[in-house]
């Protein structure tokens, strides 16, 4: 039976990933010459990483699925407990990780370093949390929870949905979607190379 939550979830982490990894890619690029289109879509990936992972996706995890999966499954206690720390944790980390990528932009090459470490391990730690979900928890979910549970869930995931791992159209998002695909170089976007 098709399960509609479950690909939004697996949709939602590809976006993100793909969001990280191109993250990732531009760390390792230099913002010398055209540094304002280099931090403004670099700002621009951490908006979307707090926007829609950390305010849409996450409580629906958190309020849904992980206390389903909770009670059926009480031995992944300990799995949801981390999962859910880890929630708790990502809005403050992708905060710190703004605040160290403007001062890198404002106070230079001094704060490079310390912004590059931090967003290796950001991805580091939420590429990981989501393969935890996703190799521990969704096959729980998708072997023991009840039909009722999945209508539930259907529901809420298909709510507030990521542009992104969705591929459609929402004129609120237009332009940081614009901004991240149009203005991020190729290979990792479609914009003009650096």
Same mark, same amino acid.
């Given at each position: ?9 697996? =949709?939602? !982490? ?9 993250? @990732?890619?531009?760390?390792? !690029? /230099?913002? %010398? ?6 931090? =403004? ?8 990483? %707090? ?6 996706h996450h ?25 859910? =720390?880890? *929630? @708790? ?7 710190? #990780?703004?605040?160290? #990528? ?12 310390? $912004? ?7 991805a580091d +730690?939420?590429l990981a !949390? ?7 928890? #969704? ?6 929870? /009840?039909?009722? &549970?999945?209508?539930?869930? &259907?529901?809420?995931?298909?709510? !507030?949905? &990521? ?5 459609? *159209?929402?004129?609120?998002? =237009?332009?940081? $979607? ?15 190379? +650096?």
């Amino acid at each position: 039976m098709p399960r509609p939550a479950l690909q939004i979830i697996r =949709d939602e !982490h590809a976006a993100v990933a793909a969001v990280l990894r191109s993250l @990732l890619q531009m760390i390792e !690029h /230099s913002p %010398d010459e055209e540094p304002a289109r280099f931090f =403004d879509v670099m700002r621009a990936m951490l908006f979307y990483i %707090d926007e829609f992972p950390e305010r849409r996706h996450h409580p629906k995890e958190s309020d849904l699925l992980f206390p389903k999966v909770a009670r059926v499954a009480p031995q992944l206690m300990p799995v949801i407990r981390r999962l859910e =720390d880890d *929630h @708790l944790a990502g809005e403050s980390r992708v905060r710190e #990780l703004q605040h160290r #990528l403007l001062g890198w932009e404002l106070l230079g090459d001094s704060r490079r370093e310390s $912004f590059q470490q931090a967003a290796r391990d950001y991805a580091d +730690f939420y590429l990981a !949390h989501m393969r935890i979900e996703e190799t521990e928890i #969704l096959p729980t979910a998708v072997q023991l929870l /009840s039909p009722a &549970d999945w209508a539930e869930l &259907d529901a809420a995931f298909q709510e !507030h949905r &990521d542009p992104i791992a969705t591929g459609t *159209h929402d004129p609120v998002y =237009d332009r940081l $979607f614009t901004r991240i695909v149009m203005k991020t170089p190729a290979p990792i976007g479609v914009g003009p190379a +650096f």
